[in-house]
């Protein structure tokens, strides 16, 4: 089945980098997907990949794809102590509807 | 705001309680999708609808649940003989209008059971 695995905590210094990882199972997953969800607030779509590509970049923000080790990564330039939140990681499986979250990865952005 | 809208935004019952939680959907979307999202946890797929019809459920969806879909339009959950277990954000999923088969989410359903 599938299964999508994050580390659950990151903490970086305010201006740094920020990169989250994910690692996915389903190699026929079609596009990848970052979540962002604040305290209290809902899911908030950041970005996609779809599996052809291995990057994209959307402003502060870099994804990555090794579709060979099925991992998915997300760069966070000049981190800002707005971008403290838990990011998700997701895929689409081929043929499917739903998608698959990973368990999200807490980031804490320090002064 | 996605303009995925749900209702209530918190509910609070005891044990052995029905509830019903309601999806208002991004308008001219034939799909509509419900998740359910435990503390520290990812959400977790329930079930799709293509219009009225309820076409993929998951094993999560026990039989105590059923969602509708009248009119292909709103979408409403009800969870019958609540237990503690079933304490949760119930989440409601659009599509959008790009053609990279993203999901839009509203702010989602507290359940809390006592």
């Known amino acids: 089945g599938e299964d999508v695995e994050q580390s659950l905590f990151l903490s970086v210094r305010e201006g740094d980098s920020s990169v989250i990882n994910c690692t996915y199972t389903?190699?026929?997953?079609?596009?990848l997907y970052w979540y962002k969800q604040e305290p209290g607030a809902g899911l908030q779509l950041l970005t996609y990949i779809f599996s052809n590509m291995d990057m994209k970049q959307d402003q502060r923000l870099t994804v990555l794809l090794n579709k060979k080790d099925k991992h998915l990564s997300l760069r966070i330039a000049d981190t800002q102590t707005g971008d403290s939140a838990i990011y998700f990681c997701?895929?689409?499986?081929?043929?499917?509807?739903?998608?698959?979250f990973g368990p999200g990865t807490r980031l804490s952005v320090l002064p | 705001d996605t303009g995925v809208s749900q209702n209530p935004r918190h509910k609070i019952t005891k044990r052995g309680q029905n509830v019903t939680f309601r999806c208002d959907p991004i308008s001219e979307h034939n799909r509509l999708y419900w998740y359910r999202q435990t503390l520290g946890q990812g959400p977790e797929f329930l079930t799709y609808?293509?219009?009225?019809?309820?076409?993929?459920k998951s094993r999560l969806l026990s039989d105590r649940f059923s969602a509708e879909r009248p009119k292909g339009s709103f979408s409403t959950l009800e969870i019958q003989r609540t237990e503690q277990g079933d304490s949760a954000m119930y989440l409601c999923a659009s599509p959008g209008q790009g053609s990279y088969n993203e999901q839009f989410f509203g702010p989602g359903t507290r359940l809390t059971v006592l």
């Open positions: 389903d190699s026929s997953s079609t596009y």
């Open positions: 609808f293509q219009n009225e019809a309820q076409l993929e």
């Open positions: 997701a895929e689409s499986p081929l043929g499917g509807q739903n998608f698959v």
